[in-house]
């Protein structure tokens, strides 16, 4: 099946430690998102790549870093610069930059020890 | 930038009755308002949009409204059911003459509950 895959469900980490989320699609798709999702915040824009090799920086970037090396793939590191990195991570995509419907996957979870 | 507001952030019906969420937006250039529903554990999805120049859509039990003079855009469920119970998120973006997708904003979310 098409889709969105997200990988860890689960993630911990210690204070201090850089760590990578994973993405990749399989829709085609050209663009791609990394939504942060708080209680009672709402889901807030990190960063965001309408093409392979560019991403442009969302609302909430410092402490994140991306890359899009490869259509299918959209990875979030999530730096030790990050003050409060405790949160549910979505990813997402669009068709294109200007596609009506994003696709999420299921998220993952970081907790900081 | 655009800032979208929810309300209310918790909504309890007996089933079968009509539940509504209501969203402002503040960017007058906006054009694009989709609602999404993410289920416990899962990632929300999108079950209804609309777009500027339409001032209602309905697809089955939901629909959706837009006043664009004022603002606001609410989500309409009717007949709920249990499996409606989950949280509810709007948004709002500028997007090209294709639609939009791109940067959207989204309110903080409406936690709708169907009891039996």
């Known amino acids: 099946d098409g889709g969105i895959t997200q990988s860890p469900k689960y993630l911990f980490r210690k204070e201090g430690q850089n760590v990578t989320l994973s993405c990749e699609q399989n829709?085609?798709?050209?663009?791609m998102y990394w939504y942060r999702q708080d209680p009672g915040q709402g889901l807030r824009l990190i960063y965001y790549?309408?093409?392979?090799?560019?991403?442009q920086k969302g609302d909430i970037a410092e402490g994140y870093s991306v890359s899009r090396e490869k259509k299918e793939s959209f990875p979030l590191t999530v730096t030790s610069a990050q003050k409060n990195p405790t949160a549910f991570y979505l990813c997402?995509?669009?068709?294109?930059?200007?596609?009506?419907?994003?696709?999420f996957g299921e998220g993952s979870r970081l907790t900081v020890l | 930038g655009e800032n979208v507001e929810q309300h209310p952030s918790t909504l309890s019906v007996q089933e079968g009755d009509s539940a509504v969420i209501k969203c402002t937006y503040s960017?007058?250039?906006?054009?694009?308002f989709p609602w999404y529903k993410q289920e416990l554990g899962k990632g929300p999805q999108l079950i209804i949009d609309?777009?500027?120049?339409?001032g209602e859509k309905k697809d089955q039990r939901i629909a959706v409204t837009l006043n664009k003079t004022a603002k606001h855009f609410s989500l309409h469920i009717t007949e709920t059911q249990p499996e409606d119970s989950a949280v509810y998120f709007c948004?709002?973006?500028?997007?090209?003459?294709?639609?939009?997708?791109?940067?959207?904003?989204f309110g903080t979310g409406t936690q709708l509950k169907v009891e039996l």
């Open positions: 948004a709002a973006s500028m997007s090209g003459l294709t639609g939009g997708g791109n940067k959207l904003t």
């Open positions: 829709l085609n798709h050209d663009a």
């Open positions: 997402a995509s669009t068709a294109t930059a200007n596609t009506g419907e994003l696709f």
């Open positions: 790549s309408q093409i392979v090799n560019d991403f």
């Open positions: 609309i777009r500027s120049n339409v």
């Open positions: 960017d007058s250039a906006s054009n694009y």
